[in-house]
């Protein structure tokens, strides 16, 4: 079973900036896509960034020039550089990886999940 870990959470100012981490207990080579998701109180769990196994990066307009997603694939961890941090990206931060198992005529998604790591920032 794979673990997703992040870290990096924290308290930090508007304008200021954090980097989160999520190292995999499996080979990163082994998921198609991994990425960032984040779920404010009350509101549905979004999509913040995603990196597929080629390097390809995904963001939400929410996040464009201010977050960048990389991965060091020796190390099996994803990394999420945020800057320029605004109120409204307080959230809990989900590291999410997903790989696909099964015969090429019967494929199907598995996902994983980490266990949040929380972002707040104030005014």
């Known amino acids: 079973q794979v673990q997703l870990v992040e870290s990096g959470g924290g308290l930090v100012q508007a304008g200021g900036s954090l980097r989160l981490s999520c190292v995999s207990s499996?080979?990163?080579?082994?998921?198609?896509?991994m990425g960032w998701y984040r779920q404010a109180p009350g509101e549905q769990r979004e999509l913040v960034s995603k990196?597929?196994?080629?390097?390809?990066?995904h963001y939400a307009d929410a996040v464009k020039g201010r977050f960048t997603v990389t991965r060091d694939i020796a190390e099996n961890t994803l990394y999420l550089q945020m800057n320029n941090l605004k109120p409204e990206d307080t959230a809990v931060y989900y590291c999410?990886?997903?790989?696909?198992?099964?015969?090429?005529?019967?494929?199907?998604?598995?996902?994983?999940w980490g266990q949040g790591t929380q972002v707040t920032v104030s005014s």
């Open positions: 999410h990886a997903q790989r696909q198992i099964g015969p090429i005529e019967a494929v199907r998604d598995v996902d994983y």
């Open positions: 499996g080979r990163m080579s082994r998921f198609n896509t």
């Open positions: 990196i597929s196994s080629v390097g390809a990066t």
